[in-house]
């Protein structure tokens, strides 16, 4: 006889050798042909699959002019009996590599429009751009806009038919959190073959700003930091979530040896879409401007205007006749609200402000006399904006690289700069004696050869008159006495024989 004692076990050793059975035995997926298909290893698997042909090799070809190498021996007397005229300076041809990818495709114009950055297709609104897509057909492309303050472009291609072309999904940048998987895919060091590849990583923080990337950093940041493998080459790249959607694009890196050190840099999606429409639609961006200086609230500010926490802006200069001038916006006020949503520093309602429409009436609430104020504010587009495909006409020569602006310009405001004595650093050209010097936007000028400049045309005729002076005692070092954004003082030395 069989007592409940003996099978009640029996039973349950062969639910469990089942249920063990079944949990070894993967679950099989079918086609509609009743094909066996194989499952992702992984989410990041199934990403690639669907995004890895989006992503496109650009190739920048251009001519840039430097100084004429040999202008040292063709000054002297001797050399010119032989040489009489000789060019002060020469063209020399460059190539860069770099990333970007398709976000868009018209299949009646076929057209593909393509996202990158700024610094990758710079060169080539003067020379050639080439797109190799995922198959190595290659295509000439146009560029359609760009824009240097946010170091994002758009160029196009217009494909053969046939062409097989892999649109990337764009995401939500403002719902990403620290942490969560980040994909990058793009092409690390140029010529060396390693198109498309794939990094993965995290979220290490968002909203970093105020970094210096050297000569050409752009003016508003908001980035998203990952440890995902990014290195020369991946700039333009998609930077995408686990659900395979571009939430960012890939734009530098933090290194201290030129590769990566899992400190890498994207342009937030969502910054670069409101971007990417002006720049498709007129090929260039237009911004808003409220016409203040706004200065960042720290913990000793927070403790003398008696506020809550240490975010906001405290308003320290209003140009006269601005929107928020008209408004009734006053120095003193802090920001604490603008269009509805929280500021909480000054880069991100630099962001705000920047990427709203002109002409619209917005809301902001300030803090004043301890009590919390609604004003209403009519933006309006920021005066002498220069961010398109046309570039305005220099204000000093190429030959140095620098631009430079008065401190009472908008220039200067935009860039937070004030002062009496000295002009500001506008643009810094790519290769140029000034970039290689280190030199870069937003620093202050306040001698040249100890010779004091205070306005631009200063500035301009007084480097004039020492590169002239230079080249006659057959030097090479012209000195910049310079104030950074943290105040410090130095004197840079910028070495014009580092153009050969």
């Known amino acids: 006889m069989i007592s409940w004692k003996n099978i009640v076990p029996l039973a349950l ?78 063209q020399r041809p460059v190539t860069s ?30 020379g050639t751009i080439t797109v190799i897509l995922a198959d190595k057909v290659s295509y000439t492309a146009e560029l359609v806009g760009r824009d240097p303050n946010t170091d994002v472009a758009v160029i196009k291609i ?130 808003a401007y409220i016409g203040i200086s706004p200065q960042e609230i720290t913990s000793e500010l927070m403790e003398a205007f008696d506020l809550e926490e240490v975010s906001g802006v405290l308003v320290a200069e209003v140009t006269d006749d601005s929107p928020a ?30 990427t709203s429409k002109p002409g619209t009436t917005v809301p902001m609430k300030v803090i004043r006399d301890h009590k919390v104020k609604e004003i209403f504010i009519q933006l309006e587009n920021y005066p002498d904006e220069d961010n398109g495909i046309e570039e305005a006409k220099p204000e000093v020569k190429l030959s140095h690289g620098i631009k430079v602006n008065s401190l009472d310009s908008a220039d200067a405001r935009r860039l937070n700069v004030s002062g009496t004595e000295g002009v500001v650093i506008t643009a810094v050209d790519n290769g140029s004696p000034a970039a290689k010097a280190g030199l870069s936007v937003g620093q202050i000028i306040l001698k040249v050869n100890n010779l004091p400049v205070n306005n631009p045309d200063e500035f301009e005729l007084t480097m004039d008159g020492q590169i002239d002076a230079m080249v006659k005692s057959e030097k090479s070092t012209i000195t910049l006495y310079v104030k950074d954004r943290n105040n410090r003082f130095q004197f840079v030395p910028v070495r014009f024989e580092t153009l050969d």
Request: net charge negative; hydrophobic share 40%; proline share 6%.
């Open 13 to 90: 050793m062969l639910m469990l050798f089942s249920c063990g059975h079944a949990q070894s035995t993967p679950l099989q997926t079918r086609s509609a042909a009743n094909e066996l298909i194989k499952p992702a290893q992984n989410p990041v698997v199934e990403v690639v699959r669907e995004v890895r042909e989006a992503v496109v090799q650009i190739r920048v070809e251009a001519k840039i002019t430097v100084r004429n190498p040999m202008n040292q021996f063709f000054d002297d007397p001797f050399f010119r009996y032989f040489f009489p005229e000789q060019p002060r300076t020469q």
């Open 325 to 354: 001038n008209k408004a009734g916006v006053q120095v003193g006020d802090v920001i604490v609200e603008f269009n509805g949503e929280k500021v909480p520093n000054a880069s991100k309602f630099r962001i705000a402000v920047a």
């Open 158 to 287: 217009e494909v053969k038919k046939g062409e097989k072309i892999t649109v990337a999904p764009l995401g939500d940048s403002s719902k990403l959190e620290i942490g969560e998987w980040a994909i990058a895919i793009g092409n690390p060091f140029g010529e060396a073959g390693l198109d498309r590849t794939v990094t993965l990583g995290v979220i290490s923080a968002i909203g970093r700003s105020n970094l210096n990337f050297g000569s050409g950093s752009p003016i508003y940041q908001d980035y998203i930091q990952t440890d995902a493998a990014i290195n020369p080459g991946n700039s333009g790249g998609p930077l995408l979530n686990i659900d395979g959607e571009v939430i960012g694009i890939n734009a530098a890196i933090t290194s201290t040896s030129g590769g990566n050190i899992g400190i890498g840099f994207a342009i937030p999606i969502n910054l670069a879409n409101r971007v990417v429409e002006d720049l498709v639609a007129k090929g260039k961006v237009t911004r």
């Open 97 to 126: 590599m770099g990333s970007g990818f398709i976000y868009e495709f018209n299949p009646q114009t076929r057209e593909a429009y393509i996202m990158t950055n700024n610094h990758v297709v710079d060169q080539g609104k003067d």
